[in-house]
């Protein structure tokens, strides 16, 4: 089988050589691998299968972030992540300006920041695959698509958690111009990082939907819009004028606000943990789901 693969330099898919001829118009031609890439794929071939579900989707995860940092991209990414959150901890949200020694200015945007950031991440994970036409391929190589889902979506949380790490300049200024309670900033980012990983999870799922990566982060957008808008007070107020207070408390239990909120406080509640979890695991079951109906299909 290794001797139909190649893969394309500056993408992590997977794609069928000369001798396996593609769809018409999705990606035909190709640049030869070299000697030495062509060895490094046969190799991650052999070892696909031959050992645990946990050794195959390290395999999908190397892959995934390799494909990131081959191509400008990811260090984009990450600069642009980098001025925003200084920019809005240091300028909206007047960081010196309230005399006080914590990051509330800083996490208080991340479920905004995150809105149209978090889909630009994932919005390539299968449309990606679609539009090459490989996700056949991929699936049909000796790995479960459940270990490939969970592979690609780690690789992406893994990146997202580089990308939070890097602001640690903020925590640092902090602690220089005052004594925060860093527990409470641990939590915080705790919580960022459970924030993130429900967007990013979002954002695989309407990946799978379609393979134009535009509609997919459109998509995203939209759900993680309303994920934000259920518990926010604006609206939480609206909503005590037509319906009755349990109404509006089933209704906030679904924001990411309300339970991201806990964690801005230190609060290391067990039931916003859950929360974030499950709306994961809902999302890449549901993606699962989406894969399998498109094979059988």
Request: aromatic share 12%; glycine share 8%.
């Amino acid at each position: 089988m290794s001797e139909n693969i190649q893969q394309l330099p500056s993408s992590p898919a997977l794609l069928p050589s000369s001798g396996t001829e593609a769809p018409e118009g999705e990606g035909r031609h190709r640049p030869p691998l070299s000697r030495r890439d062509q060895g490094t794929l046969e190799a991650e071939q052999r070892g696909w299968g031959e050992g645990s579900a946990l050794a195959n989707i390290k395999t999908i995860m190397k892959r995934e972030l390799s494909g990131y940092f081959t191509s400008p991209i990811a260090y984009v990414f990450l600069v642009i992540f980098l001025l925003l959150t200084g920019f809005f901890t240091f300028t909206i949200g007047n960081f010196f300006e309230r005399g006080e020694a914590s990051l509330v200015s800083f996490f208080t945007w991340h479920p905004w920041l995150y809105l149209f950031l978090v889909p630009a991440v994932g919005m390539r994970l299968w449309s990606e695959e679609r539009r090459l036409g490989t996700m056949e391929l991929l699936l049909t190589m000796p790995i479960t698509s459940w270990q490939a889902i969970v592979g690609k979506f780690l690789a992406s949380w893994l990146f997202l958690a580089l990308a939070l790490a890097l602001t640690f300049p903020v925590a640092i200024t902090v602690n220089y111009f005052g004594t925060p309670d860093n527990g409470v900033i641990f939590a915080g980012y705790v919580g960022s990082l459970m924030l993130a990983g429900s967007y990013l999870a979002v954002s695989c799922m309407t990946s799978a939907l379609t393979r134009n990566q535009v509609i997919s982060f459109i998509l995203s957008v939209m759900i993680c819009l309303f994920l934000i808008l259920a518990g926010y007070t604006p609206v939480t107020d609206l909503l005590t004028r037509v319906a009755s207070p349990v109404v509006v408390d089933i209704v906030a239990a679904f924001s990411v606000m309300t339970h991201f909120e806990g964690f801005q406080r230190g609060v290391l509640d067990t039931r916003d943990v859950v929360f974030f979890a499950s709306v994961i695991g809902f999302m890449l079951f549901t993606t699962g789901v989406i894969i399998r109906n498109q094979r059988a299909g």
